[in-house]
């Protein structure tokens, strides 16, 4: 493995569980890392359970939470995800598995597909083309664009304000219109193969029209006191061992596209956008300038990306391995790691940011009053999808 090694015990930064191993910034250990579970606080005297879900009008995916409390305030409080699925990738041809693995969660389709093939090339000692490189690095931030707009209408959806909501809708909708267009499909299905990507970028400049009508949205939402009443001091938590934009809300500078040089990031303009407020205002905050930062990459990547080339294919040097890959989904670390046998996936293991998001939301949720639960919620953009897969 190229990008990590084993270790006997952890260095930097903890990112979590992946299979039966503990995955750190850059190495990987057999320790336990399982994460402390919540436990409910007893019910006492003026307090009851209420359940809210599985399907309620809040929750676009089935999802239980048992919630402690004694009329407003959340005493405690855990969760049940209602979409699980076991997907088996053992067994199966390389491409065969990418058809699996692209699927597991069509709006992180492209973090999924190229996390699991940067580990599969890296099993194969595979070096990669360039230009594929800076295809997946438009994916990438594409999809960053598109998840960061949906997870921002979810919160003004939370706050009635319908103008905002169905105008983020709308864009979320053209960035899915221009993906199909250049990739034949918007959610890059079918996009991705090894050491290749079909998509051919010539018009990925439009998707800076998209955020230009994006900022001015954001601007007026940050004059918004009514909407960001709801999300200041709610849903505070800040956390060494946190993820993606909820970490860089509590001012962690973690990002993955700068950690591993997994993919040519180093050679773009961009900053990692922090925050130190760590509550449901921060998270908005961050989303919404990392759409301004991928903007700024998708500007230099549209004059280095060659109009409608093809790639040169590196001869794959070996036909079994084992690889390990992270990197920076829309909603923090995302990571496979793949044991290749004969050419056939032998086993294979993922670190998904929502296992992780999940556990820090309800963290954050204590304390917090059931009327800010949503938008507390959605500022993590937890996908259930992705939550309940079960991977073999």
């Known amino acids: 493995m190229k990008y990590y090694r084993w270790s006997n015990k952890g260095e930097g930064r903890k990112i979590g569980i992946i299979g039966n191993y503990c995955l750190y910034e850059k190495v990987i250990t057999e320790e336990t890392c399982q994460e402390q579970s919540l436990t409910q606080e007893d019910l006492s005297y003026g307090t009851f359970k209420f359940v809210y879900g599985p399907s309620a009008g809040g929750l676009l995916e089935p999802i239980k939470f048992d919630i402690n409390t004694s009329g407003e305030r959340i005493l405690g409080i855990r969760a049940e995800a209602y979409k699980t699925r076991e997907i088996r990738i053992t067994g199966l041809r390389i491409n065969d598995a990418i058809l699996k693995i692209e699927r597991i969660n069509a709006p992180f389709s492209a973090s999924h597909t190229i996390a699991f093939l940067l580990a599969i090339e890296d099993a194969l000692n595979l070096d990669q083309d360039y230009h594929t490189q800076l295809k997946r690095i438009a994916e990438l931030e594409l999809e960053r664009i598109r998840n960061h707009l949906f997870v921002i209408s979810r919160l003004t959806e939370a706050a009635s304000l319908n103008v905002a909501t169905y105008h983020l809708l709308h864009l979320v909708e ?60 709610n849903g505070t938590i800040r956390d060494i061992n946190s993820i993606g934009p909820v970490a860089r809300a509590a001012g962690f500078t973690y990002d993955a596209r700068k950690e591993l040089e997994i ?42 990306i060659p109009k409608g080339s093809s790639n040169i294919k590196e001869p794959i040097k070996a036909k079994e391995g084992e690889g390990l890959a992270r990197i920076e989904s829309p909603s923090g670390d995302l990571a496979y790691y793949v044991k290749v046998n004969d050419s056939y996936i032998a086993s294979v293991s993922v670190f998904t940011p929502s296992s992780s998001n999940l556990n820090y939301f309800l963290k954050s949720a204590i304390d917090t009053i059931f009327t800010d639960f949503q938008f507390n919620f959605e500022s993590f953009g937890i996908w259930i999808s992705e939550l309940g897969v079960i991977i073999r």
């Open 263 to 304: 993919l040519p990031y180093n050679e773009f303009n961009f900053k990692t956008v922090t925050f130190d407020s760590a509550d449901a205002f921060g998270r908005f905050l961050v989303r919404g300038y990392e759409i301004l930062e991928s903007a700024k990459i998708i500007i230099e990547l549209s004059d280095r």
């Open 174 to 233: 053209e960035t899915n219109r221009l993906i199909g267009r250049m990739c034949g499909h918007r959610y890059f299905f079918g996009a991705n193969l090894i050491n290749e990507v079909k998509c051919n970028f010539e018009d990925i400049f439009k998707v800076l029209n998209i955020v230009k009508e994006f900022k001015s949205i954001f601007d007026g939402l940050l004059e918004s006191r009514i909407f960001i009443d709801r999300l200041q001091q």
